[in-house]
Structure formats: C-alpha cells, structure tokens
C-alpha cells in the first residue's frame, strides 16, 4: 500500500532560522498522487496547510512552502524564517491519483514536532 | 469555518468494558472519518461514513463499530475495549470529493483513550 515517511520525530529551530522537515512517499498506484501538509497546534485538530496536486509543483501558505519532486519522491516542508508561533506538530500525507483505488483516503506520515526556542 | 467537536476528550476506560466516543460537525459535509494516531505512526482511518446511514472500513477496523445517524453526527464504538486500542482518535469532515481538486478534511480536537 502507499506509505509516507518522516525520518525526524522531533525538530527544535531557533527564532528566525530556517526550516526544513524532510518527507518522502511510497505510491502504488499508476499515475501521480496528491500531496498534502497538515498542521496541528497544541490542543487544536489538524489543518491543512498547503497541498499540491500536480507532479512538479510547488505549494505555500503562511510563509511555508513544499515542492513535489517525482523523481525524488519527495515533498519537504521548507521555511526561510521560522517563528515562536510555529510550533507544532507538522503531517506530511498522500491520497493517490483520480480514479485510483486510494483517491478517497488519505496516508499520513507519523508526523514532525517543531520546536522554535526564542 | 467547519466546526467538529469530539466527546469526551479524554477517556479511562477498562479492558472489557463498552466505549462510544462521538463525533460532531456543523458545516453539512456528507463525508465523516475516524483514525487513531500511535505514538510513532501516522494517522491510519479506522471507519469513515459518506452521508447519514452509511459506514465504511478503513484500513484498521477490527475491533471497531461506527454510527451515523444524521448529517451531524458520527460516533466509534468499542464494544470490548482492549488495551491495545488504547490511542488518540481524531474525527474528521469534509464535502464530497468528485473531482481532481481537494475537498479538505477539517479535523477535531481528538480524543485520548486509556484503556487499563
């Protein structure tokens, strides 16, 4: 089945640094699937945060940005200058293509805690 | 905004014992998920629901019943709770998705589930 990987449980950044938090996927079905970065704060449920839909694209919301590299299989979460304010728990998730058996669920990656330390 | 709430939000349960968290949402979605988050492992959906009256397995069901008895409404029933259920359980909605863009998955709060 499709499984996305995030090899950091945990990522602590100072104030102003930047960020990446690194995810790859697995997909199994023909075609490309669709991209996803979801975020929860403390006590909240998860949003969405920026999703890319197209192979080869880039998405970006609040400051954040992804880019959906297929050869790489890859779709890391990147900020120049992180704040306070962005701590929380970061999930990278998949559905896959139009049409394909997993297009009406989602996959999510076991999730990445950002810390930012003033 | 969607709004989906979860009740309880927390929960201590025994082994053997019937549990029934619920779920609700006011923005008219047709579409209803539950998934239980383990430390370690993403989210994985559990049962999910295309309008009043329906439920779906998801990828982890065993162990698990589902309800829907309205638009609003969506609840997770362990009828013999185990302590390997115990977990978080996040709720979510979002509109029928019949086409090639995303329709979102608006998320609740969660539920943590203790199961002694």
């Known amino acids: 089945g499709d499984s996305v990987t995030q090899t950091e449980g945990q990522v602590t950044v100072s104030e102003s640094k930047s960020l990446i938090i690194n995810c790859t996927y697995s997909?199994?079905?023909?075609?490309?699937?669709?991209l996803f970065w979801y975020v929860r704060y403390p006590g909240e449920g998860l949003q969405l945060l920026l999703k890319?839909?197209?192979?080869?694209q880039k998405g970006s919301s609040r400051g954040f940005e992804a880019t959906y590299n297929k050869e790489a299989t890859s779709f890391h979460l990147q900020k120049a200058s992180v704040q306070e304010s962005d701590s929380a728990v970061y999930y990278c998730?998949?559905?896959?293509?139009?049409?394909?058996?997993?297009?009406?669920?989602?996959?999510f990656g076991a999730g990445t805690r950002l810390a930012v330390c003033p | 905004e969607a709004a989906v709430t979860q009740s309880p939000r927390n929960k201590v349960a025994v082994t053997g014992g019937k549990v029934t968290l619920s779920c609700n949402q006011t923005?008219?979605?047709?579409?209803m998920y539950w998934y239980r988050q383990d430390t370690g492992h993403g989210l994985r959906l559990i049962h999910y629901?295309?309008?009043?009256?329906?439920?779906e397995k998801g990828d982890i069901p065993d162990g698990y019943k589902a309800s829907r008895p309205s638009q609003e409404n969506f609840s997770l029933i362990l009828e013999l709770a185990t302590p390997s259920q115990t977990s978080v359980y996040f709720c979510?909605?979002?509109?029928?998705?019949?086409?090639?863009?995303?329709?979102?998955?608006?998320f609740g709060p969660g539920t943590r589930l203790t199961v002694l």
């Open positions: 979510a909605s979002g509109d029928a998705d019949w086409g090639a863009n995303y329709a979102e998955q608006f």
């Open positions: 998730a998949l559905r896959g293509p139009f049409l394909s058996g997993s297009f009406n669920k989602l996959t």
């Open positions: 923005n008219n979605h047709n579409n």
């Open positions: 629901s295309y309008g009043a009256g329906s439920t």
């Open positions: 997909a199994t079905s023909i075609g490309y699937p669709n």
């Open positions: 890319v839909i197209t192979a080869g």
